[in-house]
């Protein structure tokens, strides 16, 4: 598809040629014509003055100039002065007395009748040939040629120059909204002159200021919300120690524990950069091995094995290193707080079939149930959260979350994730 800069240029060479063209071939067409009445006129110049010259019994010599007409006298009795030249079909005709013009042998010629005193009628003969009717007419062309060409290339400079100024206004109001996309809410445009682009420009600006206010202000509530609620949890959980029944304590103790956790979940995301959107890059095995490395302490502590399997080539995926960091954090917490610690632990990552990569992470644990990735939905008592946090990198990357049975024997998430961009 061709770019705004070159339609414009296309469009002005377009409009540029039709108006040349329009202007410059009816003026050549002129100048042939006059050029070739030009030299017209000074063989009938020629052939009048030599004519009475002819009338007067004066013979003109055999001469053939190098810039004029050709002139012959044709005389009744059979002479020819001049420059020697057949005796054609227009000279027999002009000496019954007609002066004429005629074309001959691709010129012209001038034929003019003289009445002599003795000796019957001559004939004055002034041609002009084609070399004489043309003269300077290729060399006006040429130039006329050339100044079709430098007012097309005038044209064009002067369109390139105004589309390399617009496209860049353009190009400057795109690399910010890219800037945007990609989670810089600082991100401004510098309005140029051209109206249009300028209130397109201050707009976008004002969507930033105002998404980056909504955004901020949300975080605080959430935030602020989730510490409010830490009071009444903790006055919760005194009243619970209170209960009798050892039964009814324990399930109450569960639930409180599940609604603090989920409190805590809540600062914590509240409390997360705003993801990097389209622009972010990553390498997935890099912040696989790290976060492996990082649990894998706690995992010989407990005497659960850890298993990973990673490629030796970088996988490049489309999330911020940060976001894939809590993902797989948060889902290898899932592992850890909902199985057995002796039970085995796998973290698996391949390339993707189209580009981007796939991590799974498999436990042998119990497993959950299919519909575990809702928001706010476990099958341990847990905040379902972990889950919901993996499913919005993966689909904010382009790919999708995958739950069901693992290899060994438990619980297997699979993340899909896109290319960058």
């Not at 071939?25 to 002129?30: A, D, K, Q, S």
């Not at 005497?303 to 797989?328: K, N």
């Amino acid at each position: 598809m061709m770019s705004v800069r070159g339609q414009l240029n296309a469009l002005v060479a377009a409009t540029t040629t039709l108006v040349l063209l329009a202007f410059l071939v009816p003026l050549g067409l002129l100048l042939r014509r006059a050029a070739e009445d030009r030299a017209i006129a000074a063989a009938n110049a020629q052939a009048q003055s030599t004519a009475a010259l002819v009338a007067l019994g004066q013979v003109p010599e055999a001469v053939e100039p190098d810039d004029g007409p050709l002139v012959t006298v044709f005389f009744a009795d059979g002479r020819v002065a001049g420059v020697p030249a057949p005796r054609s079909d227009s000279v027999a005709l002009a000496a019954t007395g007609r002066a004429f013009i005629a074309e001959y042998a691709g010129g012209v010629e001038v034929l003019v009748p003289v009445q002599r005193l003795s000796g019957g009628t001559a004939v004055v003969r002034a041609y002009a040939p084609e070399w004489l009717l043309h003269r300077g007419v290729t060399r006006t062309w040429i130039v006329l040629g050339l100044l079709a060409l430098a007012l097309s290339g005038l044209g064009l400079l002067l369109a390139d120059r105004l589309g390399r100024r617009l496209v860049g206004s353009v190009a400057a109001l795109a690399a910010t909204a890219d800037r945007l996309a990609a989670g810089d809410l600082a991100a401004r445009f510098e309005p140029g002159t051209t109206p249009e682009l300028r209130r397109v420009g201050l707009e976008l600006n004002r969507l930033a200021g105002r998404i980056q206010y909504l955004l901020t202000a949300a975080r605080e509530e959430a935030a602020d919300l989730a510490h409010r609620l830490r009071t009444p949890v903790a006055a919760l959980r005194l009243n619970v120690d209170t209960v009798v029944d050892a039964g009814d304590r324990a399930r109450l103790t569960a639930d409180v524990d599940a609604l603090a956790r989920l409190v805590d979940e809540v600062i914590r995301t509240a409390r997360r950069p705003i993801r990097e959107g389209a622009g972010a890059s990553a390498d997935l095995v890099l912040v696989a091995a790290e976060r492996v490395a990082f649990w894998s302490a706690l995992a010989e502590d407990v005497g659960r094995p850890v298993e990973s399997v990673l490629p030796e080539a970088a996988v490049l995926v489309r999330a911020s290193p940060e976001d894939l960091a809590a993902t797989l954090d948060a889902l290898l917490e899932n592992v850890f707080s909902h199985t057995a610690d002796g039970a085995a632990l796998r973290v698996e990552v391949t390339p993707g079939p189209d580009g981007g990569g796939v991590v799974a992470v498999e436990d042998a644990g119990p497993g959950f149930p299919a519909d575990s990735t809702r928001r706010g939905v476990s099958a341990g008592g847990s905040t379902g959260l972990g889950l919901d946090i993996a499913r919005r990198t993966a689909e904010s990357s382009g790919g999708a979350l995958h739950t069901g049975a693992g290899r060994l024997g438990g619980a297997r998430v699979e993340l899909q994730l896109g290319p960058p961009a």
